[in-house]
């Protein structure tokens, strides 16, 4: 019996969803981290995270395969399956997104998307000033963010345990998938 490494290359992510994710990413972070919550920039950032999302659900029905939500789009079953994969030590490997972090990044786009809402809410003249909106768009911007380190923490994980580096994959658009092959 011969033990032999071998890799698999399959082609994942588009460049509409590596530009997405990076640049989603940057709107994010700066807004929470960096810019000041009273410049205009901080609504102008904010706005571009919410058609960032807008595109990305536009793209879940037209764009290609990997891309498409029916692609991944985590059902009770699927998360069922995946999870039963892994407490039985198989790997569950998934090409586009596994159903467990579809439903993180699903709940990341909704999150962005209302906090789109509730900053264009705190502009106008009927919300202006109202301090539960400030605080439940202060709370959703740290939901956000602590979804998010989640998220990262999870890519590095699942990065060990599927053997493919996960993050290199989301910036060329190629997962490597490194395993063994026995042969006789
Ligand atoms: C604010 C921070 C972040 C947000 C909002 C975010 C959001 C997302 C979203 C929406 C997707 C799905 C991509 C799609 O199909 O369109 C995704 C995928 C992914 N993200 Fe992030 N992300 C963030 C930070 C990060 C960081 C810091 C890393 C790296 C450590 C990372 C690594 C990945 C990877 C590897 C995938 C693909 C997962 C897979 O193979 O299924 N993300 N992210
Ligand atoms: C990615 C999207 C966004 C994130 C992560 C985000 C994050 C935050 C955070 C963390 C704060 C509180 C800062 C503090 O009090 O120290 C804040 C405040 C604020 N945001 Fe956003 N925001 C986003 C989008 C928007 C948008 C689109 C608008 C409006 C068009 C907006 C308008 C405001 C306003 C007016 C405040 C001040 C509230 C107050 O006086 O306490 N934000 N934002």
Redo the contacts with the bound molecule.
């Keep these: 019996m011969k033990n032999t490494a071998c890799t698999r290359t399959v082609h994942v992510w588009d460049r509409f969803i590596r530009v997405f994710h990076w640049s989603l990413v940057a709107?994010?972070l700066t807004?929470?981290f960096v810019i000041d919550?009273?410049e205009a920039l901080?609504?102008?950032?904010?706005?571009a995270?919410?058609v960032l999302v807008l595109a990305r659900i536009v793209w879940g029905f037209i764009g290609p395969r990997h891309a498409r939500f029916s692609d991944f789009f985590p059902t009770p079953a699927r998360i069922r399956n995946h999870l039963a994969d892994l407490r039985s030590g198989a790997t569950g490997l998934h090409d586009g997104h596994n159903p467990v972090g579809a439903l993180v990044m699903l709940a990341m786009l909704a999150v962005?998307l209302s906090?789109?809402l509730?900053?264009?809410m705190?502009?106008t003249d009927t919300f202006w000033?109202e301090k539960w909106?400030?605080?439940l768009?202060?709370m959703?911007?740290?939901t956000?963010?602590a979804f998010a380190g989640l998220h990262a923490a999870a890519a590095i994980v699942m990065s060990r345990i599927e053997r493919t580096n996960l993050i290199a994959a989301m910036i060329t658009g190629v997962k490597v998938r490194r395993g063994r092959t026995e042969s006789l």
Excluded: I, P, R
């Design positions: 709107c994010v807004n929470f919550d009273g901080h609504q102008w950032v904010g706005y995270a919410s962005v906090l789109g509730t900053g264009y705190q502009t000033g909106l400030q605080e768009h202060e959703l911007a740290s956000l963010v």
